[in-house]
């Protein structure tokens, strides 16, 4: 069974120590400190007997023992813990892109569970969870004093089951419910579409697939278009990604830098840490890029933002990331269960952790909450122009092939005044691009 390097977990497995030489008294100290570890597992051991024997109601020895592990291991930090040999087949299936459950990528905070964020065209995304989230209640039971695994097993369920989940909200005066139905959750790791004359590539998550499927988007995008030269460049939507493999999130960055440093992890011990660098060969061939981020981008996504923002090779734009700069790694255990640790801290290029700070952007875009558009009042008047006027002078320095050319560009401006409205942010990237672009054609 493999290690699973994880950047939502990833990173590099902390080396072994070796030592030739050890000082007298440094050799007391550890057999005092062995000693006292020893009577604590003692302790553990005679708590364990009274429980098994004496405990109100009969107890299942391997439920027991897996939970004090547990414990432990959640008592360094909320990424490190435990997986059941079910749990560990899960997270194995899920690195692959496919899996069952809600679509929902979570954490907790001060014992309350947070949504990190909805994955694309999940039943979490449709029904309307919302990075930001916090979920009290499932099916009216109340997580708290819950466990993060013990509440994401709650969520759990056969495909096509109803789940009632509790949320509280910021700006919203009272916790509402939110009926969600299970499904087989199929993630695209990347989406591609065109706006305009810029490529849109929607990065949901990064799994096995991440890499393979933005290179053939975006050369597939460039074909269609006529070639790169007629892009003005690429926007990559890490919104609401919560990250997966560190393989995938160094390959996405190197696919866009032909050189320097991606990304570099430190554990506990210096000679522990790893460096990766960036490969010569960038998929937009010099096009200008803009990345998207907000505040359910974590890990993986991070450490892409920051890598392109440090490089200066991207325009960052949004609000602040979720700030997960921890790697875990995923170590097989006897028994098919696996332990996912905290191993090192990841840095950007500039030698910058986000830990609890996240990458911020260069340029702040707030997405403007949904509201209800009403009708246009009749008595609002309609701008007019000299073309409205009756016996207006008609423009004879134009051509047919001109007047087209102004009719088309104006047609454009109006699809863009349409996105603004659907996804303002998104709408802010293009316009940079289109910007970026010029400058560009102007040199």
Do not use: C
Request: charged share 25%; glycine share 10%; aromatic share 4%.
């Amino acid at each position: 069974m493999r290690k699973f390097l994880m950047a939502v977990g990833g990173g590099a497995l902390a080396g072994l120590i070796a030592s030739t030489q050890i000082a007298g008294p440094l050799l007391a100290q550890e057999g005092k400190t062995q000693v006292n570890v020893y009577e604590q597992l003692d302790l553990f051991g005679d708590i364990f007997e009274r429980i098994r024997a004496q405990y109100v109601e009969e107890v299942d020895e391997g439920e027991l023992v897996e939970a004090a592990i547990n414990g432990m291991l959640q008592s360094l930090d909320p990424h490190s813990s435990y997986l059941s040999p079910d749990d560990a087949q899960d997270m194995r299936v899920q690195t692959r892109g496919e899996f069952g459950g809600l679509g929902i990528e979570v954490t907790q905070e001060e014992g309350f569970v947070k949504v990190v964020a909805p994955m694309d065209g999940t039943p979490a995304e449709e029904a309307g969870v919302l990075s930001g989230d916090f979920i009290t209640h499932v099916d009216g039971e109340s997580l708290l004093g819950l466990t993060l695994d013990e509440a994401v097993e709650l969520m759990r369920g056969p495909v096509g089951s109803e789940i009632v989940v509790t949320l509280v909200r910021e700006g919203e005066p009272e916790p509402f419910d939110v009926t969600i139905i299970r499904d087989t959750i199929r993630l695209t790791a990347v989406r591609t579409r065109t706006e305009g004359e810029a490529v849109v590539l929607r990065v949901s998550t990064f799994n096995d697939q991440t890499f393979d499927n933005l290179k053939d988007g975006l050369q597939t995008a460039a074909e269609e278009a006529g070639g790169l030269d007629a892009l003005s460049g690429v926007v990559i939507d890490l919104r609401n990604n919560p990250g997966g493999l560190l393989n995938q999130a160094i390959l996405v960055a190197d696919a866009f830098l032909e050189e320097g440093e991606i990304v570099s992890t430190r554990g506990r011990n210096p000679e522990d840490g790893e460096r990766f660098n960036a490969t010569p060969g960038d998929l937009a061939e010099g096009k200008p890029i803009v990345v998207l981020i907000n505040g359910g981008s974590a890990s993986a996504s991070e450490i892409v933002a920051g890598a392109l923002k440090d490089h200066r090779r991207a325009v960052v734009v949004g609000t602040k990331s979720f700030g997960k700069g921890s790697v875990q790694t995923v170590m097989p255990l006897r028994g098919d269960g696996a332990m996912r640790l905290t191993t090192a801290r990841y840095y950007t290029p500039s030698g910058r952790s986000i830990q609890n700070l996240g990458v911020s952007p260069d340029i702040v875009v707030q997405q403007p909450r949904a509201s209800v558009v009403e009708d246009e009042d009749e008595s609002t008047p309609r701008t007019r122009s000299e073309a409205d006027l009756r016996g207006s002078l008609s423009n004879d320095s134009l051509s047919e092939d001109e007047i087209r050319q102004i009719e088309e560009d104006n047609a454009k401006a109006e699809e863009a005044a349409k996105l603004r409205d659907e996804d303002y942010q998104l709408a802010y990237a293009i316009d940079i691009l289109k910007g970026l672009s010029a400058l560009e054609s102007d040199q």
